[in-house]
């Protein structure tokens, strides 16, 4: 009875790391399956939010709901017009050359950094969560005795975690209908699919450029604001989402929006299976062994298209 109860509550904490990894990976992903930019300051995004989110639930001070709706409403957009004028001030004169684009990207990356700990200082903000009640967990098995049902029995979780995996689940179905469904979707697929040749067509492509790169920062500061009730924000907290939501991108094919669902499940469960039965370290090692098999066997990824 030990291992599946285990293995339950392990699944469904690696569900909550899947779910904000997915919205984090899925704004790397957009970013460069339209611009072609990698963005090495995606991290730093997802910082800027949660530090941002506990800024405003702090100054709303009233109920800890009403503070954290502020928050998610508020903090993602700011970091998306944020990003938009890192894109047209930065990003624009450059031309979106790879190379320098990975410089420009890293150097907004310590701005962004520094200016947050000069501003809002290097200690961990907490942000209470708008709920958060314990929820007990089933668990049933054939025993001796026939079929046995054990609730509750010990082991739970938080209803503000469960409520993270459904807001992430929304907020994707909703991007992927306005991508598929919108005419702003078309709009930016066409400009995927050839620049230039939506350019010709009449669509302001450098202004769809500073949307998605807004778009993509956005994505990240809202799985910030959903992920901080759960893990403070810190002004170097911006490593880790990084460098998973690029094995995501990396697992899932670049620029491939299922493929970077996908991905982001795989990891994001294993994270906290292996986690939970073994060490963080090991789930990292892990991910990065995926990410050399994938390389190695299929370097387009699980989804991504060969450019060949």
């Given at each position: 009875m030990e291992f599946g109860p285990h293995l339950l509550l392990a699944s469904l904490e690696g569900a909550t790391t899947a779910a904000v990894l997915a919205l984090t990976a899925m704004g790397l992903s957009i970013v460069f399956g339209v611009m072609r930019v990698v963005n090495v300051a995606h991290g730093e995004f997802y910082m800027l939010g949660a530090v941002l989110a506990w800024f405003i639930a702090t100054s709303v001070g009233t109920h800890p709901a009403l503070g954290f709706v502020a928050a998610l409403l508020i903090a993602p957009l700011l970091v998306?017009?944020?990003?938009?004028?890192?894109?047209?001030?930065?990003?624009?004169?450059?031309?979106?050359?790879?190379?320098?684009?990975?410089?420009?990207?890293?150097?907004?990356?310590?701005?962004?950094?520094?200016?947050?700990?000069?501003?809002?200082?290097?200690?961990?903000?907490?942000?209470?969560?708008?709920?958060?009640?314990?929820?007990?967990?089933?668990?049933?098995?054939?025993?001796?005795?026939?079929?046995?049902?054990?609730?509750?029995?010990?082991?739970?979780?938080?209803?503000?975690k469960l409520f993270v995996i459904a807001a992430a689940v929304v907020i994707l179905i909703t991007l992927w209908l306005a991508i598929t469904r919108t005419k702003a979707g078309l709009i930016m697929r066409a400009t995927q699919q050839d620049s230039d040749m939506a350019q010709a067509f009449g669509i302001p492509v450098k202004t769809v450029y500073s949307v998605v790169f807004g778009l993509g920062a956005g994505l990240a500061a809202i799985g910030a604001v959903l992920v901080v009730p759960i893990q403070q924000a810190y002004y170097l907290m911006g490593h880790d989402p990084l460098l998973l939501s690029f094995i995501v991108v990396i697992i899932g094919g670049l620029g491939s929006l299922p493929g970077t669902i996908i991905a982001a499940i795989l990891i994001g469960i294993s994270d906290g299976i292996i986690s939970v039965f073994f060490t963080p370290t090991l789930a990292k090692i892990f991910a990065t062994l995926v990410v050399a098999m994938v390389l190695v066997f299929r370097p387009t990824g699980l989804l991504g298209k060969s450019t060949s």
């Amino acid at each position: 009875m030990e291992f599946g109860p285990h293995l339950l509550l392990a699944s469904l904490e690696g569900a909550t790391t899947a779910a904000v990894l997915a919205l984090t990976a899925m704004g790397l992903s957009i970013v460069f399956g339209v611009m072609r930019v990698v963005n090495v300051a995606h991290g730093e995004f997802y910082m800027l939010g949660a530090v941002l989110a506990w800024f405003i639930a702090t100054s709303v001070g009233t109920h800890p709901a009403l503070g954290f709706v502020a928050a998610l409403l508020i903090a993602p957009l700011l970091v998306g017009f944020l990003a938009a004028g890192v894109d047209r001030l930065i990003l624009r004169h450059i031309n979106y050359d790879p190379e320098r684009t990975i410089v420009a990207t890293i150097g907004t990356l310590y701005i962004l950094q520094q200016t947050t700990l000069m501003t809002f200082g290097p200690d961990a903000r907490p942000v209470e969560p708008p709920f958060n009640s314990r929820i007990a967990l089933p668990w049933f098995e054939w025993g001796e005795n026939g079929f046995e049902f054990y609730f509750p029995w010990g082991l739970s979780t938080t209803s503000y975690k469960l409520f993270v995996i459904a807001a992430a689940v929304v907020i994707l179905i909703t991007l992927w209908l306005a991508i598929t469904r919108t005419k702003a979707g078309l709009i930016m697929r066409a400009t995927q699919q050839d620049s230039d040749m939506a350019q010709a067509f009449g669509i302001p492509v450098k202004t769809v450029y500073s949307v998605v790169f807004g778009l993509g920062a956005g994505l990240a500061a809202i799985g910030a604001v959903l992920v901080v009730p759960i893990q403070q924000a810190y002004y170097l907290m911006g490593h880790d989402p990084l460098l998973l939501s690029f094995i995501v991108v990396i697992i899932g094919g670049l620029g491939s929006l299922p493929g970077t669902i996908i991905a982001a499940i795989l990891i994001g469960i294993s994270d906290g299976i292996i986690s939970v039965f073994f060490t963080p370290t090991l789930a990292k090692i892990f991910a990065t062994l995926v990410v050399a098999m994938v390389l190695v066997f299929r370097p387009t990824g699980l989804l991504g298209k060969s450019t060949s």
